[in-house]
């Protein structure tokens, strides 16, 4: 079992930044791939981020160049890195766990869900 924690969400500027925390608990964190989702109102779950057991990254197109996603197995902490943000990426941020050893796009692959954060960006 997987408990999983976002915080730092919040109200921003077009191109400002935010950066998002995602805390898990159990000693198992460095066995799980891990993911930042997005839903904005009326619209899909969608991919953001991913970061494999190993460390590497993949990122949507929409935000890749603007977004990092990194973790710190020490602290069972994942991270998303959000600059140069836009009204567009306003959304409630998830983060969750795949038990995969790779981070994967679609939704359903992962096991565990945090409750999400709001990340409201102003024009």
């Known amino acids: 079992q997987v408990q999983l924690v976002e915080s730092g969400g919040g109200l921003v500027q077009a191109g400002g930044s935010l950066r998002l925390s995602c805390a898990a608990s159990?000693?198992?964190?460095?066995?799980?791939?891990m993911g930042w989702f997005r839903q904005a109102p009326g619209k899909e779950r969608e991919f953001v981020a991913g970061?494999?057991?190993?460390?590497?990254?993949y990122y949507a197109d929409s935000v890749k160049g603007r977004f990092t996603i990194s973790r710190d197995n020490a602290k069972n902490t994942v991270y998303l890195q959000m600059n140069s943000l836009k009204p567009e990426d306003t959304a409630a941020y998830y983060c969750?766990?795949?038990?995969?050893?790779?981070?994967?796009?679609?939704?359903?692959?992962?096991?565990?869900w945090g409750q999400g954060t709001q990340v409201t960006v102003s024009s």
């Open positions: 970061i494999s057991r190993s460390g590497n990254t």
């Open positions: 159990g000693r198992t964190f460095s066995s799980y791939a």
């Open positions: 969750a766990a795949d038990s995969s050893p790779i981070a994967r796009t679609y939704s359903k692959n992962y096991d565990y």
